[in-house]
């Protein structure tokens, strides 16, 4: 009989020890530098909205199926947010007078969802949205696919390591209304049907195609184009293009931004045209890293005035997944530079002013709640990475002095208690590895 | 009728907008910084939480009246975190095995309560969490003494602003024992009227204490030992005193961190020895800020191994009205150092690349999605907070130019492409504001 309470975190969520914890804000750090030096300026909102938000766009699987939902003692229907996307649109509509428009934001919740957990997919997972609102201009999906390109050299990955695989839901229509011959009301279902189609096997996507109603004919005229990848683009009538902010794109200097493909479809409903996915490149591995896309209507559910967005979430299972694979997951840091070790109880204070002292020059100092012996309390300053310690003995003490010794080389010195402000920074210095 | 959905967050719950969000991460960053300058490691923890910790030690009007809870579609019974310390004692158990003792950890969780809002008050608030696991050493409660004000001094307030009272549920079981001649099992319903002390009018207490069971001698007695302050130890027995590891520290060099005061409780059960709160001392607005304490037996709910803790928790809503009473809240950031304008769509690649260079030296920049009167830029530009514009004009451009313009001053210059990241990086340093 166990009378404890589990240790566990609730199933598919997660502790982050800090470790762990330090790789991932070295990793998001970076990002977010990256993302505030194209101007983006971070918000945040509640992770608890009301139900109906995501009852009227959304996924349906999402609403359906992955939903975590409550009613408060007040009795409102309350979920907790799948996905930023409609939160930051109803805050845009809130304040949308006292907005100066175009504006980027940024944010970095945590979204709930009710999966399965296996690889890749938990129930609670932290994801970057970055999105441009109140523009149409084609200069926001490339600002868009640039910051993505920078974020993703940020981090470490070579255009070598991943592709940005773009479409656009209108000129996917288009293809399939003329080159398919699909009508209107089958765009739905074999959008649907496109977004698996490189999770399902073909004899299950002919199967389904055929319950849409496409004939076999259609079937390989859908294959054929979705294979063809940007030459598909070359038999669509003109007018079709022109519609499409993408095929503008892929006619500028910008085109090296991306890669055109069929094949990306997105499973939001909100997606009015341009949609991307980055997808690792590695072929044992090649799975969606993220992706985003541009919803013209979303703003319009709280608001009439029409305030047209773009663009994406980036989660962290799959990314840091990825830094993993790739060898590029950055080192811990350690818990502290420096450790003030007093050789006995009565010199705790004493060693409590040296950290101190230390701390005030950007330091990260500890110094140990018990006496233990001076050599047990070195090395653990060595096991947790600190580079120097300082030992206060009552002797020095007395005469004004203090020792310093280097982890790496061993060496130590006594010096007066005023300079060991600068001696330890200069060894610290002396010691930082160039950044890579 | 109102076809829209409602725009405002759920009640209770706050959108922040980036200028806002800029100036709570400068709050919280300075926070952060000076809490790792003490070797505390960041860590972090699922919202949802099983429904059973906080039901077993938690403060039971938490659990009775303000817990959100649910049932996922597994049918566990799950809670909103409403406070990150059973999150943390689960998360040291799980891992007591593999950690080095004692640990300083801290986290910034968001936590739930189904609170009436006010001032004050909200349903989803953040709170940054330090702790010290593993050791019963004073050391311990002096560290966290020190961490407190070093904290409030790195966002500004001055000792003579606040004040750091604190009190020891084992003095005050003696001072209740031996001085009020109150017995044990009244301990926890007099400790529970002290809580409520500085809040209710006199008769209402002298009825409570009445309630418990207090004769009116004993009721004398209390409001006079509440009221002595410091004074009222000396009237303890010297093996009451003994008990305390407070008692210690006001007998210590340390004695000046805090003000000793019988009043201070805390609300939550699992506190046992050392209890705190930093209280405003304005006399209008005289009120809690944060608190904490020690916890000897939190973590053994989850498991066998006895580790005890001692920290507190500071909460959003409370430390950014006090900063904004007191007139200590930094300025958000502008959105944008430099934006570079293109005079013309096509020169819009030739602004961007310019933007990318300026990026890449650590600026903030951004360039306009549409072309429009280069007069309305400047001015939007202006007001954004950049201090440089970058202009790009097409003779200028063609023949390896650019025009850089000082916003503060007015001044502008032509200056050749290479030389751009230069000048501006310098016009800026020049306009740095001094740090306060």
Redesign the interface.
Known sequence: MNR????????G???????E??VR?QVFGRLYE?I????F??????????L??YE?KSSQEIVD?QL???T???G?R?A?RPEMTPSVA??I???ANRL?F?V??YSHP?C?R?ERPQRGRV??HWQINAD?FG?E?I??E??IF?LVH?MMAAIGATREMYVLRTNDRVLLGGILTTIVGITPDQLRGVSALIDRWEKYPREKLVTDATEIGLTENQFTRLEIALKSGENVLGELPSDVRQQSQLARILD???RDLVTFDPLIVRGFDYYTSTVFEVFDRDPVNSRSLFGGGRYSDLVG????QPIPGIGFGMGDVTLLDFLESRGLLPKPRP??DVVVIPIQQDL??AA?AIA?RL?HT??????P??TRKLGKEIS?AD??GARVVVIIGADDWKSGQVVVRHLTTGEQQTTPQEAVPDIVNRLIDDQRPTEC
């Open positions: 404890y309470l589990p240790t566990s975190p609730y199933r969520t997660r502790d982050f020890l800090p470790p914890m330090s804000q990256v505030e030096s194209y101007g300026g971070r918000y945040d909102g509640p992770i608890l909205e009301s109906e938000i009227t199926r975590y939902t409550l408060d003692r007040g409102r309350l907790l109803r805050i509509a809130a304040n100066q175009p980027r934001w945590n709930h009710y129930r609670e441009i523009s201009s200069n926001c490339i600002e640039e920078d500028s200097t910008a559910l709280f608001s009439d818990e502290a705790q204070s409590r101190q701390r950007g330091l990260r100092v500890t110094t709640f018990e653990r096991k947790v």
